[in-house]
């Protein structure tokens, strides 16, 4: 069993709404990415990710700026067997103020970056409307993104000596996951994956593998859209296996909304199932626990109504 394969520019809408309502990940063709970008960007990943770590830390991300390379970030309080290297934009007010991109010094890398992060926004704007379409209801798009949030990830998950056995189980009891169980806070990510396996889905109890296929990307929807949609398209479980003998990149595009945006079911879904939520609030509180362990991570559901009152 595999996930949706959906066309960007033949969207068919029953099909969208089936994947997801039962996926919450499809495989999108259609995109017109530029192929010549997406190898360029594997290559200056290759790059910069094989050199020392005292040159990769010359861009070390902090508690007061969020963006740059790191190799400690945690998920559900687990430390994940992978680097990164985040690419947003400054920040002047907000959680996050403070935050300026961080570049190294290789060649082409951040005219590279800067035009992935144009395209990738694009096809999430897109994916954005055709969920509107689905849903039949309106979502302000300017509301949400005139003043995004949004950010580039760049992934390497290195060998790992002690890999985590691939078990139905949510948790890995012992060895290390590339990222452990998790759903992503913003509205959709749009990822581009190498030519290795890796990611995850949980799918009817059970993990289900995101295969790569160069000629697509992967969509998933995030916690946004979960509360949009008022629980018909819920945010899916998603994680990375690590792998004892080969590396792994991959880079995700996070759709994320402007700090000052309240997001709330929307119109014509029905008895709303949420209060509103402050994406500064929530984005500034998720953040939080990438760095250190303090307990259990914020969750949509904090904003669930209870029973009695929906």
């Given amino acids: 069993m595999s996930i949706p394969i959906l066309d960007l520019q033949a969207m068919v809408l029953p099909r969208l709404d089936s994947?997801?309502?039962?996926?919450?990940?499809?495989a999108l063709r259609g995109h017109e990415l530029d192929p010549q970008l997406r190898r360029e960007t594997f290559a200056q990943m290759q790059g910069f990710f094989q050199q020392p770590l005292a040159e990769k830390n010359r861009i070390r991300r902090s508690r007061d700026n969020c963006w740059g390379f790191y190799d400690?970030?945690?998920?559900?309080?687990?430390?994940?067997w992978k680097e990164i290297v985040d690419i947003g934009d400054a920040a002047s007010d907000g959680p996050l103020a403070g935050a300026c991109p961080q570049w190294p010094q290789s060649a082409g890398f951040r005219e590279c970056m800067e035009s992935l992060q144009q395209q990738l926004h694009q096809v999430a704007l897109q994916?954005?409307?055709?969920?509107?379409?689905?849903?039949?209801?309106?979502?302000?798009?300017?509301?949400a993104f005139d003043r995004h949030t949004s950010f580039l990830r760049l992934n390497y998950y290195p060998?790992?000596?002690q890999p985590a056995a691939d078990t139905r189980s949510l948790t890995a009891e012992d060895g290390h996951l590339g990222i452990s169980h998790h759903t992503d806070a913003g509205a959709v990510t749009v990822l581009m994956q190498d030519e290795h396996p890796g990611l995850q889905v949980y799918h009817r109890q059970r993990w289900h593998g995101v295969e790569p296929q160069p000629e697509t990307l992967i969509i998933n929807i995030g916690d946004v859209v979960q509360v949009w949609s008022n629980d018909r398209y819920p945010a899916p479980l998603h994680r990375?296996?690590?792998?004892?003998?080969?590396?792994?990149?991959?880079?995700?595009?996070?759709l994320n909304p402007d700090y000052a945006y309240n997001y709330a079911p929307l119109p014509d879904t029905g008895t709303?199932?949420?209060?509103?939520?402050?994406?500064?609030?929530?984005?500034?509180?998720?953040?939080?626990?990438?760095?250190?362990?303090?307990g259990d991570e914020v969750q949509i559901s904090d904003y669930r109504v209870a029973a009695e009152d929906a």
């Fill in 19 to 26: 994947a997801c309502r039962n996926w919450g990940f499809f």
């Fill in 72 to 80: 400690a970030e945690l998920t559900k309080n687990r430390r994940d």
């Fill in 127 to 143: 994916v954005v409307d055709a969920l509107a379409a689905s849903l039949q209801s309106h979502i302000d798009r300017a509301a």
């Fill in 159 to 161: 060998p790992c000596p």
């Fill in 240 to 254: 990375v296996l690590a792998d004892q003998r080969a590396s792994r990149l991959s880079v995700p595009y996070f």
């Fill in 272 to 294: 709303p199932h949420y209060t509103p939520i402050n994406w500064g609030e929530f984005r500034a509180r998720r953040s939080a626990g990438d760095y250190a362990d303090y």
